[in-house]
Each structure stands twice: as structure tokens, then as C-alpha cells.
């Protein structure tokens, strides 16, 4: 029995490379990033709890189902208009189930020269810039990686933003990724390029939801990549269904002068993993990955991090933080990486988690690796609950139990959104954090 | 002189304890087999059970591999090549009785190293045991603790005069399969010392082992085990140093301490093996096992070390807290220089409620060498209000060195607090530039700045290691800036 589990997993993405096929023949670019992706796949071993990078979460929920190719089911689209964007009403791309929606999508209030649209339309059409940015960035930080070989394999639609030198665009960029009911489990491979030349600027919110609480696999795949002073804030919310797989890789390339800001909110599905990478391409730079996991019941949120600071002068930041209940799982493992050479690197990373429950797990690894002498990097780590103290200040101003514990949790959460820029982003964060720390304290007085 | 000279005169010459003593050895084959295990067995005049112990311990080993998740790159030893027991020729085949017994040029051995074994020169309230390659030359002030109840004596001594205290706790903090080199120390384990402080008891004076390397082809397996019973308290010290020679060493030893209700054992090491030279030649492999075990409530179990010698370290004191309210903590510092590589770190394993422990990690690295931390804090469902606090700092002196942090926070419990800072940073030029303009020198500053940095640490060490721990930090990195 054993033996055949096994095999299940070796094999599980190469069964599914049998839905390739229907892709191909529309540009022979994307069918060639393809054709390479699927070998990835073929040559790249499935990664087990053996490894040090995996050991603390099972993909057993993953590879024992089958899926379906999303682009091939026939759904029912039910109105999801309420996941609108204010900001963004002209300024939308729109993906169901990994297919891109024309009819739901718009960008008539981004300037003309920058160049915005479906992946799989810009490739119909030699796009030269999609080609020179496509798979660049990816492959450079995820050489080894199945997962992104197989969003690779099965590159079709996704976003592609590129923004001219010098230009601002002041209206974020709304990417909004539907996830339908549907009878069969799905799996989709949505893929975002973002490409900022020169002294640009851009506000991306990359959206993730799902309507209703099937099960399916989403394996997204971003590439960001930051031209000399450009300045990228990147926004991404994961609400998938509550039985989803959400694995994510960002690879993240900064040139000198250029600031790249990542939040990522992490809501939604059983089993998500993300792992944005960060690397230096000049001196002179900085970038921000927070981080923002709210989970509960059976949920498991795995993180790892690589900040790779390889030329002097760097400032970076990273604030990771985890409210866990029930007998959710939440994994943390950021590396912080200073290259010989790389001297003045100033480099901060704190993992806060607030464990709940009894049954819930942490597990956290901040890493540092510094080859360079003349640099000050500091981490920290903590796991605890609510302060007595704070709770019993509260108190004595009069507020309630549940009322204040509602109030620290939500401050604790809070620290790693304000710094949002998009108002609406926040507000809905805001409420997604009220949300959750409700339904804690509602199951909690329950028990 | 010029400034390379005189690194060099300070880096190279540094190691002052590199010198060999000849003495006969008793013939004794290479290479590690059943027959050499019941060689053993046999010249140590053991009983069945040990044997048995050894044998099952090398049935594991043999099916284990050498783990290679550590930060450091070394040959792996030829274990074939290995002489794993090497005693010198006794007088007439006994152990010394007397030190008058014991031979000359050992006794003067130990006086060079600063160890003198008669009692009257001794410091007063330390007791030696002194090991020399694998046996135990001499145990001072036996009659004296003997009034206390107190047992110090080598571990062989232990097994034939204690066997029932031995066959107890002996493998039951650290199994004989509990990882590669625990159980080829388990299969081929010589001379440690065995501390036994009885219930309500506190040690009257210090213990302390001093091991020493001497012959070339051997490696060092000692096997160390302190038991505390119910309220009783123990401070143990143990140095370490061996000659210079062009091949690589392995010491592989074990230690294992068990402290029941009420009970307190304090441990320290200054670990001083050779480290090889610039290039990166010959130096100990330290791959040591310790683990202390804190059975009973309110037990407690102090790790103090300070590691500077040899070529690769690659160890992790542990403490697993069963005891409602026991406490662990871990005190270190670990210096590399040249292409010494050092991966050490704590365990910290809360099982009981209301366990607390506490880490204070230093780790200094010059040249071009690699300093590894690498901690697990793991709180279990059931240690209610658990604590841990940790705090690992590193420095870095020059550019081809390297800082590495790896700690591990595992929590199953929300009443439990865990606490974890590190920074990496390096001697301030100012720092350096304000004690310069106060009249120090660029030497004297290094050192004055290291050993604020080092200083919640090596105030945990006993007196006389304070002061030696001070010393040996200012020399390991004398001239390593500029």
C-alpha cells in the first residue's frame, strides 16, 4: 500500500500534463514556455516531508485527488460584483477559474502606453514585451521548483502589466481571480507579469477568491520585476475556498534605487503556501514583504521567505504575523540572505504569532545566513496569547472580556494592513480581520 | 614587526597546548569490528551487560548513515582508520592508586596544560579527574567527597563499583541509537567521568574533567554521566585541549545528566581542542551528544560553554524539561577563526507545566570561518505556561567569514510564551575609534568590545573558567581586525 502512495505522489503532476495538449497551437512562444515547463515537471522530483523545506506540511491532500483542467469545465458564473474595487472600477482584470473574462475585465482608465492585458491574446499577437518579460523572473528564482514548471506547463492566461519609464499610474490595478463552485476539483495556473521600467510607479492588488467551498487546486505564479527607481506596491489577498490547495511563488528582481512592497493576506483555503523571493539586482535598494495570516479550524498556512540581499546597500523589512485557532496549522520560514561582499545591508524580519487555541501548532524558523561583516540584520520571533495585563487594562476601562480581546486582536493583525495604500484594500481588511476575530470569540464562548 | 607578522605570531602560535607527550602505548588494532568491541570490553574487564550494550549499540550504527543536514563541510572519517582505545603501559598492568604511581611524563603533561594533579597545589574546591586519551589517569579529592556521599570517579571505576546506578540511568537520556555518533560512542565508548551526588547534598566543591588528546591515530570517546538525586546540586567543569598534528581527530563523546525533584546540575565547558591550522589542516571533529534530562519538579539544568577549539564543532545541549516547573537554560559562546566551522546550538524541550528555559547564544566569527546557529524550542501540548526566552547574537570580524542563524520555534500550547531575538552586527569602527582615542590599542579595544559582547555569558562560568575563558577569547582573536 505504501509503495503505491508513493507513486501516486512521483506521478501526480505528470498525469496531468495529459490536459496539455489542448493548449497548444495558438503561439508558438507560449507553446515553447510550455514544452519547457512540462519537462520541468518530467525532471523535477515532487517534494516530500524528507525535505528540510517541506517537513513541516503534508501534501497528501493534493496529490491523492484528481483534477480537472479549470478552462475546461463548464460553470455556472454567478455575480461576484461585490468584490469590486471603488478604485478600480476602470482598472480591472478579471480571471475565472483561471481563464481571463473579457466580458468582466476593463482598463480604459490606465494611460495608453502602458501595456496591460491577457497573456494568452498578447502572445497571439508577438507581444515583444511580453516575450522579453515572460518566465524571466520565474525561472530565475524557482529553477528547481515542480510547482512553478507546472504553472509554466499550463501557461495560458494570466495578467500582464507593463508600465513605461517615468510614468506614474495612479489608479491601482486590480487583478481579480474568481474560483466557481463546480462539481469536479479543478486545478488553475494563473500567471501575473509585472514589469515596472524606470523611475515608474504602480499599485497592484492581486485578488484571490472563491465563491463557493470546493475543493480545487490554484497555483499561482507571479514575476515582478523592478526597473532603476521604480516602485511597485503589490497587494495580494488569498480568500480561496476553505477546501482549496493555494501554493504561490513570487519571484521579485529590484534594481538600484527601486522599492518593491509586497503584503500578503492570507485568509482562505486548507492548505496554502507561499513563497515570495526577493532578490537584489543593484546596489541601493529597498523592499517590504509583510505578511498577515489569519486561520482556524483545519486550516494550514506554510510561508517561506527568501530575502537575498546580493549587493551593498539594502534596506529590507519584513513583518509576519499569524493569529491561529482551532487546530490550524501556521508554518513560518524566512531566510534572509547576505552575500559576501554585500556590505551595509540593514535588514529587519519579525515573526509574530498568537496561538489561540490548544490544539493549534506553530512552527516558525526565522533564518539568517551573512556573509558580509558591516551589516545589521536582526530577527525576532515570538509566540504567545493575549497579554493578561493588556486584557485586564482593558478591563478596567470598562470594556467586557470578548470586547477586549476582540480590540487586541485586532491591533495585533492591524499593524501589518495600515500600511496599504489602497483605501478600500484596507477597509475590507479591516473587516475581514473584525470577521475573523468574531467568529473566534463567538466559537470560543460556544465551547 | 609588521602587522601580518604579528597575526601571525599571534594566530599562528596561538595554540600553546599543541605539544605531544611520548609515552608507550599498549598495542591495540586499528579499525571497528565486533572483536574490537569485545577488545574493549575485555581490556576494561567489563561485565556482560556492558558488552551487550556496546554489540547492540554497533548493530545500530551500522545501519545509520552520517547525517549531512549540518552547516559544515568536512572529509568524513575513515572509521577503519580509527584506533578507537589507546592506553599507555601501566607500570605493572594496574591503574595508579597513587599519584606516585601514575606516569612522570603524564603528570607533567598536566602540568604544562596547567593542571596540576597533586592535591596541594591544587585550587581549592575542584576536584580533577583527568583523562588522557581513553582512560582516566587520576581522580583527586575521591576521599574527600567520599564523606559528602559523593561518587567522582572514571566511568569504567563506576561500572565496576557501581553497577546498578550505571545499568539505571546510563543510556536513558541519550539511547544508544539515538543518532550516528551518539551510538558509535554507545558501541566504543572509554573513560568519562561519573558524578553521583545523593538526595539532599550539595557537592562541596567543584567537579571537573579535564580530556586530553594525545596519541595521533586515536580518537576520543568519553562517556560522561551525572546524576543528582532529590534536592542536591552539582557545578561541573570540563576542559578540553590536544597536540597539533597534520590529520584529523574525531571526538565523539556523550554526556549524558539526570536531575531529579528539586535538584540542580551545573554544567561548563571550555572546549579548546586543536583547531587546525590557517590552511585548515588536521583539528578535532567535535561531534558531541549531550543532553541533560530534568526529571523531577523543579530541577534545573544550566549548559555553560565556551567553544574555541577544534576544526569543526557540531553539538547541541540539550535540556528535556519533564518536571512540572524544571528549568533549562544555555549559555554560550562559540568563536571560529582561520577555516574553523563551528554548527552548535541548544535544544530546549518543554514537557512539564510551568517549564522554563533560557538561551543566550554568542557567536564570534574571523577569518574564514563559518559560525552556525542552530536551536529547536519545542513547547508540547501539555506544558502549560511554558517559557522560553532566546537571544542569539553574532559578529563578524572581517569579510570572508560567515553568520548563520537557524532557530527552530515549535509551540502546541497557547499558554506558553516563547521569546526569540538574534542580530547580526560587527565591531563598531567607532566603538574601536572611541576606547583608540582613550589610549587603549586596536588589540586591547577588540578585546575589551568582545568581551562586552560575551559578557552575559562568561559571567555564568565559574571564577577560575572566567578567567581562562577571558583570556583564551582575547588571544583566538587577537589581530583578526585591520
Not at chain 1, 486584557?391 to 476601562?397: A, C, E, G, I, P
Not at chain 1, 476582540?406 to 495604500?421: D, H, K, M, R
Not at chain 2, 569602527?429 to 588589540?443: A, S, V
Amino acid at each position: 500500500m505504501a509503495k503505491v502512495k508513493q507513486k501516486k505522489e512521483r506521478t501526480f503532476l505528470q498525469d496531468l500534463l495529459n490536459f496539455q495538449g489542448s493548449l497548444n497551437g495558438k503561439s508558438q512562444f507560449l507553446d515553447k514556455v510550455r514544452l519547457k515547463g512540462a519537462e520541468g515537471v518530467r525532471n523535477t522530483p515532487f517534494p516530500t516531508k524528507k525535505l528540510e523545506d517541506w517537513k513541516y506540511i503534508s501534501l497528501r491532500d493534493l496529490y491523492r485527488d484528481s483534477y480537472e483542467l479549470a478552462s475546461e469545465l463548464d460553470v455556472e458564473v454567478p455575480d461576484f460584483s461585490e468584490h469590486y474595487l471603488p478604485e478600480s472600477e476602470q482598472s480591472r482584470l478579471v480571471f475565472i477559474n483561471g481563464s481571463y473574462s473579457e466580458a468582466h475585465s476593463t482598463t480604459e482608465a490606465l494611460p495608453d502606453d502602458v501595456t496591460i492585458g491577457n497573456i494568452a491574446q498578447l502572445a497571439a499577437e508577438d507581444n515583444e514585451l511580453l516575450k522579453e518579460h515572460l518566465n524571466t523572473y520565474a525561472q530565475n528564482n524557482f529553477e528547481d521548483d515542480v510547482f512553478t514548471a507546472f504553472n509554466s506547463a499550463f501557461l495560458k492566461d494570466g495578467a500582464f502589466i507593463h508600465v513605461p519609464e517615468g510614468k506614474t499610474v495612479d489608479t491601482p490595478i486590480h487583478l481579480l481571480n474568481i474560483q466557481t463552485d463546480a462539481e469536479e476539483h479543478y486545478f488553475a495556473t494563473p500567471r501575473t507579469v509585472i514589469a515596472a521600467e524606470q523611475d515608474s510607479e504602480v499599485t497592484v492588488i492581486e485578488d484571490h477568491i472563491g465563491l463557493a467551498d470546493n475543493k480545487y487546486f490554484n497555483l499561482p505564479v507571479v514575476e515582478v520585476n523592478l526597473e532603476e527607481g521604480a516602485h511597485v506596491k503589490h497587494t495580494k489577498i488569498q480568500r480561496d475556498s476553505r477546501k482549496a490547495i493555494h501554493i504561490a511563488r513570487t519571484a521579485a528582481f529590484v534594481a538600484k534605487h527601486a522599492d518593491y512592497e509586497s503584503y500578503t493576506i492570507t485568509r482562505g483555503a486548507k492548505l496554502s503556501r507561499n513563497e515570495p523571493r526577493i532578490s537584489q539586482r543593484d546596489e541601493e535598494v529597498e523592499f517590504t514583504v509583510d505578511g498577515l495570516v489569519l486561520i482556524d479550524g483545519d486550516q494550514v498556512s506554510d510561508t517561506h521567505s527568501v530575502m537575498d540581499h546580493r549587493f551593498s546597500h539594502a534596506e529590507s523589512h519584513q513583518l509576519h504575523k499569524c493569529v491561529i485557532n482551532g487546530k490550524a496549522h501556521s508554518v513560518f520560514n524566512g531566510k534572509i540572505f547576505v552575500q559576501r561582499d554585500a556590505q551595509k545591508i540593514d535588514s529587519f524580519q519579525e515573526n509574530r504569532n498568537l496561538l489561540l487555541s490548544r490544539k493549534g501548532l506553530v512552527n516558525t524558523k526565522p533564518q539568517l545566513e551573512i556573509f558580509a561583516d558591516d551589516v545589521v540584520c536582526t530577527h525576532g520571533a515570538t509566540v504567545g496569547q493575549l497579554e493578561q495585563d493588556e486584557l485586564f487594562y482593558l478591563k478596567s476601562r470598562g470594556l467586557n472580556e470578548q470586547q477586549a480581546r476582540e480590540l487586541l486582536i485586532y491591533a495585533f493583525a492591524l499593524e501589518t494592513i495600515e500600511n496599504i495604500s489602497v483605501d478600500s484594500v484596507q477597509e475590507l481588511l479591516a473587516e475581514e480581520v473584525r470577521n475573523f476575530t468574531k467568529r473566534q470569540l463567538d466559537s470560543e464562548l460556544a465551547v | 614587526m609588521s602587522e601580518t607578522e604579528a597575526l601571525e605570531s599571534m594566530v599562528g602560535g596561538e595554540y600553546k597546548y599543541g605539544f605531544t607527550t611520548d609515552v608507550e602505548y599498549e598495542d591495540f588494532p586499528k579499525g571497528i569490528n565486533e572483536d574490537i568491541i569485545r577488545e574493549i570490553s575485555r581490556r576494561k574487564d567489563e561485565p556482560e551487560w556492558v558488552l551487550e550494550f556496546r554489540l547492540e549499540a554497533f548493530e545500530k550504527w551500522k545501519q545509520m548513515e552520517e547525517p549531512d543536514w549540518p552547516n559544515v563541510e568536512y572529509e568524513k572519517p575513515n572509521f577503519d582508520e580509527i584506533q578507537y582505545y589507546s592506553s599507555t603501559k601501566k607500570k605493572d598492568g594496574k591503574k595508579p592508586e597513587s599519584l606516585d604511581e601514575v606516569d612522570d611524563q603524564i603528570l607533567e603533561t598536566y602540568e604544562k596544560l596547567g593542571i596540576p594533579l597533586e592535591e596541594q597545589k591544587q585550587l581549592q574546591g575542584v576536584a580533577v579527574d583527568a583523562v588522557f586519551d581513553s582512560e582516566s589517569i587520576f581522580t583527586t579529592f575521591k576521599e574527600k567527597l567520599a564523606e559528602a556521599g559523593v561518587i567522582f570517579c572514571s566511568i569504567s571505576e563506576a561500572i565496576q563499583d557501581h553497577p546498578e546506578l550505571v545499568k539505571e540511568y546510563m543510556g536513558s537520556v541519550v539511547p544508544k541509537g539515538d543518532n550516528f555518533y551518539a551510538a558509535l560512542n554507545s558501541a566504543v565508548f572509554s573513560d568519562g567521568s561519573f558524578v553521583y551526588v545523593p538526595e539532599d547534598t550539595v557537592c562541596p566543591m567543584d567537579l571537573s574533567t579535564y580530556f586530553r588528546i594525545n596519541n595521533m591515530q586515536s580518537g576520543q570517546f568519553e562517556r560522561t554521566l551525572i546524576i543528582c538525586e532529590d534536592n542536591s546540586h552539582v557545578s561541573y567543569l570540563e576542559g578540553c585541549t590536544a597536540p597539533m598534528y597534520q590529520e584529523n581527530q574525531l571526538h565523539a563523546a556523550v554526556v549524558e545528566l539526570v536531575a531529579l525533584e528539586d535538584a540542580e546540575i551545573k554544567y561548563s565547558t571550555i572546549q579548546n581542542w586543536y583547531s587546525g591550522d590557517e590552511e585548515g589542516q588536521g583539528g578535532i571533529f567535535n561531534f558531541v551528544t549531550k543532553r541533560g534530562h530534568c526529571r523531577g519538579d523543579n530541577s534545573k539544568i544550566s549548559w555553560t560553554q565556551v567553544e574555541t577549539g577544534s576544526a569543526i564543532t557540531w553539538k547541541y545541549p540539550s535540556v528535556i524539561m519533564q518536571g512540572d516547573g524544571s528549568i533549562g537554560e544555555f549559555f554560550s559562546v562559540a568563536v571560529t577563526n582561520n577555516r574553523q566551522q563551528a554548527d552548535t546550538g541548544t535544544k530546549m524541550i518543554h514537557v512539564g507545566k510551568d517549564t522554563k528555559s533560557t538561551i543566550i547564544s554568542k557567536g564570534i566569527s574571523a577569518g574564514e570561518s563559518d559560525n552556525s546557529y542552530r536551536g529547536l524550542v519545542k513547547i508540547s501540548p501539555r506544558a502549560e505556561n511554558a517559557q522560553n526566552y532566546s537571544v542569539c547574537d553574532s559578529m563578524l570580524i572581517g569579510q570572508t567569514c560567515g553568520a548563520h542563524t537557524f532557530p527552530y520555534i515549535e509551540s502546541a500550547n497557547p499558554t506558553a510564551k516563547v521569546e526569540h531575538e538574534a542580530s547580526t552586527s560587527r565591531v563598531g569602527e567607532d566603538q574601536i575609534f572611541y576606547l583608540q582615542q582613550r589610549g587603549m590599542d586596536e588589540d586591547d579595544a577588540i578585546s575589551l568590545i568582545v568581551n562586552g559582547f560575551c559578557k552575559e555569558v562568561l559571567q555564568e562560568l565559574p571564577m577560575e573558567f572566567a578567567v581562562e575563558a577571558d583570556k583564551l577569547l582575547g588571544i583566538k582573536l587577537e589581530g583578526s581586525v585591520g
